[in-house]
Nanobody, 127 residues
Framework: QVQLVESGGGSVQTGGSLRLSCAAS????????MGWFRQVPGREREGVAV???????MTVDSVKGRFTISKDNAKTTLFLQMNSLKPEDTAMYYC?????????????????????WGQGTQVTVSS
């Protein structure tokens, strides 16, 4: 059974950078779409970025130009490079394998189309 394990979270100051990694227990090359979500307490888990099997990526407007999603050539690791971090980026970040092809990560209730979640990694940005 495929498992997703995130790492790379931590605490940074405003303007700092972090790189999240998501290691899959087997190649995710068969996955049509992989993505990153985030959640703060009391709010719904929301999509941040997705990438398809061809490497085409989409991000939500709130992180556009600051966050970049990518994956390694062996397609066993998914990344989220986060630059110019803001306090509002503070959240638990989750790696996800999507059911079916990629939709825009801002798609309503996109979290319902996730077929596999990682355990999450905390990102905290202080002002």
């Amino acid at each position: 059974q495929v498992q997703l394990v995130e790492s790379g979270g931590g605490s940074v100051q405003t303007g700092g950078s972090l790189r999240l990694s998501c290691a899959a227990s087997e190649a995710t090359s068969s996955a049509v779409c992989m993505g990153w979500f985030r959640q703060v307490p009391g709010r719904e888990r929301e999509g941040v970025a997705v990438i398809d099997s061809d490497g085409n990526a989409m991000t939500v407007d709130s992180v556009k130009g600051r966050f970049t999603i990518s994956k390694d050539n062996a397609k066993t690791t998914l990344f989220l490079q986060m630059n110019s971090l803001k306090p509002e980026d503070t959240a638990m970040y989750y790696c996800a394998r999507m059911r079916g092809g990629c939709r825009h990560p801002g798609y309503p209730f996109y979290r319902l189309l996730v077929e596999l979640w990682g355990q999450g990694t905390q990102v905290t940005v202080s002002s």
